[in-house]
């Protein structure tokens, strides 16, 4: 997930670009060959970390959990195969989706 993205819009019509991707800067927009050109010219030469910005797509990025979301779900899931319940003492609902989501609280307590 620590990878530049760039659109290219061969159409040249930016009206029609309705990606969260781009509005939440994980991808680059670019119309423009050279600009497109100059970017990852610039990307190559220094390559910024971007995993961050793919928190939005990915709750565990940046916690205790980050790159080990099979671990975390495989617990939930064993919790309730073997005792029919799951201990959310430690999660916090996820705040804006329109259903039932929740997320592990960060061990500081925020």
Known sequence: ???ISIF????????????SFIEKGLSE??????????????????KPNVRLKAKAYCATVGTEYDGRSTE??????????????VDISRWKRISGVNLEAYELASSSGS
């Not at 423009?32 to 100059?38: F, G, R």
């Open 29 to 46: 927009y670019k119309v423009d060959p050279k600009a497109a050109a100059d970017f990852l010219r610039t990307v190559f030469e220094h």
């Open 1 to 3: 997930m620590n990878v």
């Open 8 to 19: 290219y819009d061969f159409s040249q019509a930016p009206e029609l670009i309705k990606y």
């Open 72 to 85: 975390l779900a495989s617990g939930i899931i064993n919790s309730l195969v073997s005792d029919g319940k």
